[in-house]
């Protein structure tokens, strides 16, 4: 059978009115912000503070992007008579991003929670250079780190929180310790140089 004529033109009209009448879904972007699920792989934060130099995340990056320099130095023993110790002391963290592929690899592998992602993703450059991102770069990423979701009501704690906790527990009574016996000291000397001075102006 043939088609009505006039019949096509009527189902595009249709379908142009239909789309007219919907609410728009296309993101105004730049001037719109697109609303990223937190765990979005926008570029990656160093936490310098917890890296070891271990490199284990430069050699299992699968595209070699991950530059570290670091040099050993010696910690004096912490005890008379202990045993001196080495450390491994950073001195370049940078990451190519325009090699990057954003496996997260490197996140994953890091055994001391050192890397992490931000959502950030407006870092276009211009020239490729600009888009390897030296250690400070990559600390600034890090505050862009959104905060890990709450815990599932009765978790457990998890191990860091707990260890975290317990030192600044410890740290805090032995604070409070010291203020005490500067305050037990200040005590003292305070008689002391009552007990000095006497009735009278005393002994002087
Ligand atoms: S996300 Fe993947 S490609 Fe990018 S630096 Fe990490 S390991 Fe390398
Ligand atoms: S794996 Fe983690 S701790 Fe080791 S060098 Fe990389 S960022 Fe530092």
Known sequence: MSPIP????????AVTLRTMTKKTVTAQYPDVQPELPPRSRGVIGLFEENCTVCMLCARECPDWCIYIDSHKETVPAAVEGGRERSRNVLDRFAIDFSLCMYCGICIEVCPFDALFWSPEFEYAETDIHELTHERDKLREWMWTVPAPPALDPGAEE????????????????????EAAAAAEAGQAADTGQTGQTGPEGGQA
Do not use: C, N
């Open 158 to 177: 998890p191990k860091e929180v707990a260890a975290a906790r317990k030192a600044a527990d410890k740290l805090a009574a032995a604070q409070a310790a």
């Open 6 to 13: 006039g019949s096509g033109l009527a189902k595009g009209l």
